[in-house]
């Protein structure tokens, strides 16, 4: 049986019309719901998952790091080929491997098989990853582009923060095979629908081909340095760490190299040199620095220090992405009437004033007490989040969305392993104040984040965050 990855409708020249733009869009969040979820989904199962296949806790992190490091390894080069090939080919070809992946984990019976398969799982996900936001600049109109941004940042930031609560679910009815057999059937549906409504790219790079050696430097680049800031923060020596960092200086400094003289790079170099791009992706990483940091720690505090449970925790933590799903897709329709570094200014800066209020807790809080500031965080990730991504993919060429793309997911996933490698360092520094530091280090961040977006107000926007007509 073949599989058409071609689209039978005519390529848009200004976005979908209604209603395949709605089929569209529906069909990205899907996948990408699916991608961003099993990065943290199997942190939760990782001590059953040991125990069930008679693995150690320290051999059994290779379940959550094969999926990280297929990702971070893969992306850039995938995004590439979005731009060569069409980012339609690449994310339906995504979506096969991720669920016939997800299957194969399902099925492990041992670490080595759940790990391989766990890796390719993470090509999936890289390949989905890399160009859904160059996707959403052709399912949507120019001037509309923000609400698809809108859109596509609550999925994301919803997806990001909802993995644990998920997986305790699954786990508290099923065993943990079926945290990857659930994704069979929302992997399927996304697959008909991305076959039937996603359109092709609108532009091609004519002569232009895919240079596995750049993708090999890539690779070892990214996996080594997410290798080594994995490894300390599951409690690596460094003895291990420094020369793991070195090597990936050295082997990254020949492959900067290639890069700027390339006309085409898998690293888009070239797009960093379009000052707003830049601050942007600046922004973006600050943001998920401090969402790691506050995320990842918040929960040990409120059941070490607040003696809450897991149950009371999960529901807790849920006011974050609750206030996200109000104010992502509020700020995309915004970015369509303010100017985007305003609004991610205000953003990172409620952001930051919730980091610093959750920071000076009472030593006894109320529920309410944590929920209003959670909240506030939220709103103000939710405020920044979409218009910083309109902008990224927007000041790109029509022709390099895909390398955009890859930039924007490859800075969130720097983000968030550094902050989580962070929080690691700052509980070993800081035992009974870990928590703290690591709130007033985001709030730093966001604080951090705001003066650099605020820098991108005296910049030109791109033209279709310029552009005032409506349909």
Partial sequence: MSVNLSSSQPVPTNGLPLPRRYWAIFAIAMGITLSVLDGAIANVALPTIATDLNATPATSIWVVNAYQLATVISLLSLSALGDMIGYRKIYISGLVVFTL???????????????????????????????????????????????????????????????PTVAAGVLSVASWPWLFAVN????????????KFLPENPVKIKGRRFDWRDG???????????????GY???????????????????????VR??????????????????????????????????MLAMVSLPFFMQEVLGRDEVSTGLLMTAWPVAIVFTAPVAGLLV?????????????????????????LPDTPTDGAILWRLALCGLGFGLFQSPNNSIIISSAPAGRSGGASGMLATARLL???????LVALFFHLFPSEGMHVCLFVGGTLAGLGAMVSSLRISQPLPEALRHEKRE
Avoid: K, W
């Fill in 415 to 421: 983000g968030q392993t550094t902050g989580a490698a």
């Fill in 216 to 230: 090999v430097l890539n690779a070892l680049t990214f996996g080594l340095l997410i290798a080594s800031i994995e």
């Fill in 336 to 360: 369509e009437r303010v100017h985007a570094g305003i609004l991610g200014a205000i953003g990172l800066s409620i952001f930051s004033m919730g980091l610093f209020f959750t920071a000076f």
């Fill in 258 to 291: 290639r890069q700027l003289r390339n006309p085409f790079p898998i690293l888009p170099l070239d797009l960093l040199r379009i000052p707003i791009f830049s601050l942007s992706i600046v922004t973006s990483i600050c943001s998920f620095l401090a969402q």
């Fill in 184 to 195: 069979l059937p929302v992997g399927i549906a996304a697959f008909i629908l991305s076959c």
């Fill in 101 to 163: 992946a997800s299957l194969a984990c399902a099925f492990s019976r041992s670490l080595v098989s759940l790990t391989l398969a766990r890796t390719f799982q993470g090509f999936g996900s890289a390949a989905i990853a890399s160009v859904n936001t160059s996707l959403i600049r052709i399912i949507y109109p120019q001037h509309f582009l923000g609400r698809g941004m809108g859109i596509n940042a609550l999925v994301v930031a919803v997806s990001s923060v909802a993995g």
């Fill in 233 to 255: 923060a599951h409690g690596m020596g460094l003895e291990h760490i420094v020369p793991g960092i070195i090597l990936a200086l050295v082997v990254g400094y020949f492959f």
